[in-house]
């Protein structure tokens, strides 16, 4: 990403960009006749799928200013009126002068027990070279660009926060105005230097999850063993490439983290309804069609993002506050029916005994749903709901009997379920 994005409408990269983000996957159209009452939905906590490793957003304090104190617990406080955010990205700068603004709001989160992770636009600008009119990192820096990681995991370290991991390059696919590397140079890289570095690996960080960027990467068994976290990015990423059966098949031991999207554009404000509903369905999709782990977002505070630029939680934010706050990191994600009507998709977690279900209806009228809990006892369950005139409002409890009940999701509406 980069702050060319926001310019006037006349950029060609915001053109770009946003076309990339929003065009080629539309939104669908809610539907205007009334669903059908009582639609049955089986949830089996016993048929586990993937971990689930956290929710959150990208700070980058040389782009735009830092989060304040209050906004640093709205995001990765998980009280009332905030997000409950468990990932924090920030830039690894090529200016080491520029480092120490990325700790006070890393060390915030890193307390509130947020795994932080960073991402390289460049590598100082004496490692790199120009080729074909681009910007690339001269063959002969790769170690001495790996010792620049390493330099900046020890300096927050030494800030007290731990990263997580920190990425190769942050979308060598689409780098116009940051470094670019090819599939052969992050394998290149991989093999030879990752071994070196000091916390967990993440690559390529694709635009839009290109598999030729981690295709080679799973296909190298030399790289693959120097790589922890597969990360990408979903500018523009259809639905239908979501699903990655390579890294099923090669993939064990490894993550696969979403490290940035903003959805369904940059343009509009997040409070913008029904429209912020799509947000919900595609963090449902990331998860359940994508098996991904993380969901990513760009900047955490700004107009189309979660968190207002009065530092107030927008509907956007709210749409992912219904995973983030009940979906914590370590939950899984377990089989549920996940379409089950037109324009409803209902997602699944466990914890133990405990069972979150994350349920959107984009329809204009309310849909009428039957659960059915594998293996789930009796209970009163509470639920909370973000719609038109609501956010993160407590809602209706729902009565549980031996793992069953009957819930309604108002018009356009996301409604999330916790049982136990």
């Known amino acids: 990403m980069s702050p060319r994005q926001e310019q006037s409408g006349s950029s060609p990269f915001l053109r770009r960009r946003t076309v990339l983000a929003a065009g080629a996957v539309l939104p669908v159209l809610a539907a205007r006749t009334p669903a059908a ?27 735009i200013s830092d989060l304040t104190a209050a906004q640093r617990e709205t995001a990765f406080g998980n009280g009332t ?62 170690g001495a660009y790996a010792q620049h990681l390493n330099d900046f995991t020890a300096f927050m370290a030494g800030n007290g926060v731990n990263l997580y991991g920190i990425s190769v390059q942050n979308e060598p696919d689409y780098a116009s105005a940051w470094t670019a590397w090819t599939a052969a140079e992050i394998v290149k890289f991989l093999r030879e230097n990752a071994g070196s570095l000091t916390t967990r690996v993440i690559a390529p960080e694709s635009f839009q999850y290109r598999k ?42 490894k993550e696969l983290w979403m490290t940035e999207v903003y959805y369904p554009n940059s343009t509009d404000s997040a409070d913008l309804w029904p429209q912020a509903l799509d947000v919900g369905e595609h963090i449902h999709r990331a998860l359940v069609d994508g098996r991904f782990q993380t969901y990513v977002w760009w900047y955490i505070r700004r107009s189309y993002g979660p968190m207002r630029e009065d530092g107030q939680i927008s509907k956007r934010g709210a749409c992912m506050a219904h995973f983030a706050k009940w979906v914590r990191p370590g939950y899984s994600r377990i089989t549920a029916t996940a379409n089950p009507q037109a324009n409803v998709y209902v997602s699944a977690f466990k914890s133990g005994a405990r069972v979150v279900i994350v349920a959107i209806n984009k329809n204009t009228a309310a849909a009428d749903l039957a659960f059915t809990v594998r293996d789930t006892g009796s209970a009163t369950a509470p639920t909370w709901l973000t719609s038109a005139s609501a956010n993160l409002a407590q809602y209706t409890d729902v009565t549980v009997t031996n793992g069953a009940f009957n819930a309604q999701l108002p018009a356009r509406s996301i409604r999330t379920i916790v049982i136990g």
Do not use: C
């Not at 009452?37 to 040389?62: K, R, W």
């Not at 307390?111 to 960073?118: D, S």
């Not at 190298?220 to 990655?244: E, K, M, Q, W």
């Open 81 to 142: 009126g905030q997000l409950g955010f468990t990932v924090l990205r920030i830039p690894v700068h090529e200016d080491r002068n520029n480092w120490s603004r990325e700790v006070a709001t890393a060390r915030r989160a890193s307390e509130l027990g947020a795994k932080v992770i960073a991402s390289p636009w460049n590598p100082p600008a004496s490692m790199t070279e120009s080729f074909s009119g681009g910007k690339r990192l001269k063959y002969g820096s790769y």
């Open 37 to 63: 009452a009582a639609t049955s939905v089986v949830v089996e906590p016993s048929n586990v799928q993937q971990t689930i490793l956290g929710f959150g957003g990208m700070n980058h304090t040389v782009w």
């Open 212 to 253: 030729n960027m981690s295709d080679p990467i799973l296909n190298d068994a030399t790289a693959l063993a120097n790589v922890d976290i597969i990360g990408t990015h979903l500018y523009g990423t259809s639905f239908a490439n979501l699903p990655y059966p390579l890294f099923q098949q090669k993939g064990a031991g």
